[in-house]
């Protein structure tokens, strides 16, 4: 956590955060350098995400870039003093997939929105969030052996995970770009607009989940992370005993079901 105190100073200019609504927007805002993912911006981003974690009044965190891209990846000029350091480049790496790791084992609800260059280590941030919302024009890219070098932070299992292992090869090994319609044809974005129209849809979406309950949210997110990593048979076993729990304890489930009948909105209390 050493990297994450020594960031703490220069988070405001690395990492910017607005809360409003119960909704958190957390903005990369390095735009000069297409907003790269440094040792630095990293740990700014895993304390933020941590503060956030502890707020109950945020459900929805919202993660974009400033400028003309989301993030284009790792500095690699930083990389080759990091590359020197041994235990200092094991450190960015744990803080890197602890952040990551962060964002997937959360109760909150993450999207990313990406409207331009989304590269390398930017691609292993967006795969970690639980809905991406990309434009046409967005510019999306594995990328990283193009310059020899490659992903630590997740990229290689989570892109075949996402999108099959043939079609996660040919991104990585080719490092070749597609587009935000291409990235949702594949699997890689859930939705893709003109990039006009990236904020009527991110107002969009945000208005749906909101309207859903939380506790409701939390168990979907979870029952569909965790039973991807196990075997069918356990997966179901666990949604089957999940949605046990959730349906005889929880009041949104019930009041769900009676605002149906009664056919009026329900009242969710997230409980």
Do not use: W
Not at 99 to 110: P, T, V
Request: net charge negative.
């Amino acid at each position: 956590m050493a990297a994450v105190n020594e960031a703490a100073g220069d988070q405001q200019e690395r990492v910017l955060c607005a809360v409003e609504d119960g909704v958190a927007t957390i903005t990369l805002n390095r735009p000069d350098q297409l907003n790269p993912l440094d040792r630095l911006t990293v740990a700014a981003l895993l304390e933020q995400v941590q503060q956030l974690e502890a707020d109950g009044s945020v459900s929805i965190i919202v993660l974009r870039g400033a400028g003309r891209a989301f993030s284009a990846g790792g500095d690699l000029e930083g990389y080759m003093q990091l590359y020197r350091d041994r235990p200092e480049f094991m450190k960015f790496l744990r803080n890197f997939n602890l952040l990551l790791e962060e964002i997937e084992r959360s109760e909150k609800i993450y999207v990313a929105v990406v409207h331009g260059h989304c590269v390398a280590g930017g691609l292993e941030l967006m795969l970690a969030c639980d809905i991406v919302l990309a434009a046409h024009e967005a510019q999306i890219a594995d990328g990283h052996l193009n310059f020899a070098q490659l992903p630590g932070a997740g990229g290689s299992q989570r892109l075949p995970r996402a999108i099959g292992a043939l079609k996660a090869k040919l991104l990585v090994l080719t490092g070749r770009t597609i587009g935000g319609e291409e990235a949702e044809r594949i699997g890689l974005a859930s939705l893709s607009v003109p990039r006009s129209e990236l904020e009527a849809a991110l107002d969009g979406l945000i208005a749906d989940l909101k309207r859903k309950s939380p506790l409701g949210l939390k168990g979907a997110k979870y029952l569909i992370n965790t039973g991807g990593l196990g075997a069918r048979d356990a997966a179901l076993e666990l949604e089957l005993h999940y949605v046990h729990h959730y349906a005889t304890t929880s009041h949104d489930a019930y009041e769900g079901l009676a605002a149906f009948k009664e056919k009026r909105k329900p009242d969710l209390k997230g409980e």
